[in-house]
């Protein structure tokens, strides 16, 4: 598969923001002029550090491309606003086929913990990523392929919280 793709696959409907949603997932559309909205949000979901990464193939990121665009969840929800450029995620959606959206400048979305994604550049090669962490900056993922992913009890919790119906609403989003 190429990663940089759009990939949809043929007779697929597009995907919504309520079968995101439905997910646990959250999209916002933010001024990045004005930054009162991903304020708010950091200081109601109790955020404590900020920083901003910029990927480009071309700019000799190949290792940390390769990790992100391997499957995980991370035990933290993941909160991200791209500032410049775009990139696509992968997510998993109930039947545990593959979901894939643009997030472009100004997009800030935020994963649920223990949500199987991936993310990946787009043909425009370059995405500059304000990242929001609960404490200390760190990037901790469980991969899909760990002997631990399926039974940590953050994950046991997402598939939980799923089953019973919307994610969003159950982590306080609605």
């Known amino acids: 598969m190429n990663s940089f793709k759009p990939c949809k696959r043929a007779g697929a409907p ?4 309520k079968d995101l949603r439905e997910l646990g997932i959250v999209l916002f559309h933010v001024n990045l002029n004005d930054f009162s909205v991903v304020k708010q949000i950091i200081r109601e979901r109790n955020y404590k550090h900020t920083d901003e990464v910029r990927i480009s193939q071309t700019a000799k990121d190949e290792a940390f491309l390769e990790r992100w665009f391997i499957e995980h969840y991370n035990e933290d929800e993941q909160i991200r606003l791209i500032t410049d450029g775009s990139c696509y995620f992968d997510v998993r959606s109930k039947q ?3 979901i894939r959206f643009q997030m472009e400048a100004g997009h800030l979305v935020i994963f649920p913990a223990g949500m199987y994604h991936r993310g990946t550049l787009d043909e425009d090669d370059y995405v500059a990523v304000y990242r929001c962490f609960n ?3 760190r990037f901790v993922p469980v991969y899909r392929s760990s002997e631990r992913s399926d039974s940590n009890k953050v994950r046991l919790n997402y598939l939980m919280k799923l089953k019973k119906g919307d994610v969003a609403t159950e982590n306080r989003f609605l």
Not at 14 to 17: A, K, Q, R, Y
């Open 135 to 137: 404490d200390a900056p």
């Open 96 to 98: 545990d086929k593959w």
């Open 14 to 17: 597009p995907v919504t923001l």
